[in-house]
């Protein structure tokens, strides 16, 4: 029997058009612009530097907000609304419906940054009038930031599964800040004592370590990217996206509908 | 072969938020369909019938018991693509077209691209929907909802199909079309499952029929049957005020009103009534039936079990 992945992806990413999920793309146009006019009375070196910080950063907070927001409602709006009837009723197991929202919203978020990637190149050429080596850098942030995209669906699908999407969105936006600060949850670890200790380990093992995920203010200096961190990235990424799924997957599998 | 052999399928809800009480909406259910009938399950509100039809789907699990669809385990992945639901009031993604819908929902039942095409346009054509394919589900009404339902589950021409209140929310027209629909179904040879509680569509439709309430099976048999101990009643509307004795010795439920008399009385003496009038030279208006006898018969098996507290057995 073929997969109905695909085909359930590709109907969650209709339905992330058709609600105009992409027209966020004209806010972050409007800040993106506004800013680099702003900032174009600086000198040219800071320009840059505060087109890209400021550039990505918004490109991760957009994509962020986007994936929690649908992210919460993927499943849970599907079992409230009863869509999910007349699509569980044919040929499609659950994990497959669970894995095609998640790649629909995946594809929703990269094609979403792609348009955001393109802005953020034009106000760079609008700023400094040209392309240099160092700016290829900025496709490593784009890809991290990503990366990120993956884990925050994986963790709304997952919270989504099993509380209400005002509690998932909490849980799913206060672990993005807390994993922003992961390495800062680590170095208190690493100085902790005693209960604290373990604890604090244990959080900073649990929670997305996005801090490895940010190389926003080096590439902005025009620092390489190891080669290593974009493996060990890729890899992180992918496990506990994969974790975070089978949790939903699990969950969801054995649910009654309401 | 059955189609349908429902093994003592039973579900326990659990109700109340933070006191979670045992709910039993489905006592251990035994019910057989065979292949090629048109099956109704009948029962009131809150009888039970969408547990049992989510069960049998899938989308709900049992506290125990199990079922067999086609021959199969009913979880079986593979006895998904050979049937087709209905649910009750059915929903669909509202940001689709018709059309875009039965064509997604073509794909996920693994209907080949160049068949499907085909097979849409006949379903639309089948529900009366060809006219607004590209109209967003959105925009559409109960009765057009409840349309597009019935195409998509035949979509896929599935063997066997389970209609949760076919005709609910449809108009005259719509429902005869539904009847008409599910006795085509029948022709090409499917087996039909539907829930309802308008007993004449039952009536008219059904092979065999089974009574549930309050989660239990209380009869199940072919209509005829069930029905050869009760009478439905009529009612007879003549022009003029009297009421001829030989009418009220037959037991008549007379009502006068400005002109008119309507009497309510047993099927069987609906041939005397007519005689009595014509005796009396009154003018017949009219002779409708009021109640079926498969609603006697349900509304008296209903106040059966009512009264002997849900002890009966099911007569399966
Ligand atoms: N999710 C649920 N949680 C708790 N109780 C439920 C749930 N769903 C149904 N019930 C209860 O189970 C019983 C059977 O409900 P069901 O929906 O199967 O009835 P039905 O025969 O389809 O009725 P209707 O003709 O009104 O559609 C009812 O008493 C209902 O209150
Ligand atoms: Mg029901």
Same mark, same amino acid.
């Given at each position: 029997m ?13 339905e992330?058009?058709?609600d105009r999920?992409?027209?966020n793309l ?5 800040l ?10 600086i000198?040219?070196e800071?320009?840059?530097l ?29 079992i409230?609304?009863r869509?999910?009837?007349t ?8 994990w ?8 629909? !919203?995946a ?9 955001m990637?393109i802005g953020v190149?034009?106000?760079?050429? =609008?700023v400094?009038?040209?392309?240099v080596?160092?700016?290829?850098l ?13 884990i925050v669906c994986?963790?709304?699908?997952l919270?989504?599964s ?8 909490v ?5 993005f ?8 949850l680590?170095n ?5 004592h #005693?209960?604290?200790?373990?604890l604090?380990? #244990?959080a900073a093992y ?7 995920f940010?190389?926003?203010?080096s590439?902005a ?17 992918l ?7 089978? #949790?939903?997957v !699990?969950?969801?599998? =054995?649910?009654?509908?309401? | 072969?059955p189609?349908?052999?429902?093994l003592?399928l ?21 019910l ?14 809150g009888?039970?019938?969408t547990t ?17 669809i086609?021959?199969r385990? /009913? ?5 998904k693509?050979?049937i ?7 929903y669909?993604?509202?940001y689709?077209?018709? *059309?875009?819908?039965l064509?997604?929902y ?17 379903v639309? *054509? ?6 607004v394919?590209g ?7 109960k009765?057009?909802?409840?349309r ?21 929310g449809?108009d005259?027209m ?5 009847r ?6 029948k ?6 499952f539907?829930?309802?509680h308008?007993?004449?569509d ?16 209380l009869?199940a048999?072919a209509v ?13 509307i /003549?022009q003029?005020a009297?009421?001829?004795a ?12 400005a ?8 099927e069987? *003496? ?5 005689d009595?009038?014509?005796?009396e030279?009154l ?14 018969y ?12 849900g002890s ?5």
């Amino acid at each position: 029997m073929k997969s109905s992945i695909p085909h359930i992806a590709s109907n969650t990413f209709r339905e992330a058009v058709r609600d105009r999920v992409l027209y966020n793309l004209i806010a972050f146009a409007l800040l993106l612009s506004g800013a680099a006019i702003l900032v174009g009375q600086i000198s040219i070196e800071i320009e840059k530097l505060v087109v890209i910080n400021l550039g990505l950063t918004a490109v991760s907070l957009f994509g962020v907000v986007i994936a929690i927001f649908i992210g919460i409602g993927l499943v849970s709006k599907e079992i409230e609304k009863r869509t999910l009837y007349t699509v569980l009723s044919r040929p499609v197991r659950r994990w497959e419906f669970i894995v095609g929202k998640f790649f629909g !919203l995946a594809g929703t978020l990269t094609v979403n940054t792609f348009f955001m990637a393109i802005g953020v190149f034009a106000a760079l050429f =609008y700023v400094s009038h040209r392309f240099v080596r160092a700016d290829a850098l900025i496709f490593v942030a784009l890809y991290f930031i990503i990366l990120e995209f993956l884990i925050v669906c994986s963790l709304s699908l997952l919270f989504s599964s099993f509380s209400s999407p005002l509690l998932s969105a909490v849980f799913a936006f206060s672990l993005f800040v807390i994993g922003s600060f992961s390495a800062d949850l680590r170095n208190f670890a690493a100085m902790a004592h #005693g209960v604290s200790r373990w604890l604090a380990t #244990g959080a900073a093992y649990l929670v997305p370590n996005f801090s490895a995920f940010n190389v926003i203010t080096s590439i902005a200096h025009e620092q390489p990217v190891a080669g290593q961190l974009i493996l060990q990235n890729t890899l992180y990424a992918l496990f506990y996206a994969a974790m975070a799924l089978s #949790g939903a997957v !699990l969950i969801f599998e =054995y649910r009654d509908l309401k | 072969m059955p189609s349908i052999e429902i093994l003592g399928l039973e579900k326990t809800y659990q109700v109340g938020f933070w006191r979670k009480r045992p709910k039993q909406a489905l006592r251990p259910l035994h019910l057989q369909v065979e292949d090629g009938e048109i099956f109704g399950f009948l029962g009131p509100n809150g009888a039970g019938k969408t547990t049992t039809l989510k069960l049998l789907m899938g989308l709900i699990f049992p506290t125990s018991g199990s079922a067999r669809i086609l021959g199969r385990e /009913w979880t079986d992945p593979a006895v998904k693509a050979q049937i087709g639901f209905l649910p009750e009031q059915p929903y669909f993604y509202d940001y689709l077209t018709a *059309h875009e819908l039965l064509e997604y929902y073509g794909q996920l039942s693994g209907v080949p691209g160049k068949h499907r095409r085909h097979r849409i346009e006949q379903v639309l *054509h089948q529900v009366g929907l060809r006219d607004v394919q590209g109209v967003h589900l959105r925009k559409f009404s109960k009765g057009m909802l409840q349309r597009v339902g019935i195409a998509q589950a035949i979509l896929h021409d599935p063997k066997l199909v389970f209609f949760d209140e076919p005709m609910s929310g449809l108009d005259p027209m719509g429902r005869r079309e539904v009847r008409d629909l599910m006795e085509q179904l029948k022709r090409e040879g499917k087996t039909v499952f539907f829930s309802t509680h308008i007993l004449s569509d039952a009536e008219a439709l059904c092979d065999r029929v089974a009574i549930i309430h309050k989660g239990e099976v209380l009869r199940a048999g072919a209509v005829d049957d069930l029905t050869s101990s009760v009478r439905g009643k009529v009612e007879v509307i /003549w022009q003029g005020a009297q009421i001829p004795a030989s009418i009220k010795a037959l037991g008549a439920e007379c009502h006068v009103t400005a002109d008119k008399v309507r009497a309510i009385l047993d099927e069987k *003496h609906q041939d005397a009534v007519i005689d009595a009038l014509r005796r009396e030279r009154l003018r017949l208006v009219s002779v409708t039936p009021v109640r079926t006898s498969l609603e006697t018969y349900f509304v008296e098996k209903l106040r059966h079990a009512e009264t002997t507290a849900g002890s009966m057995a099911g007569g399966v």
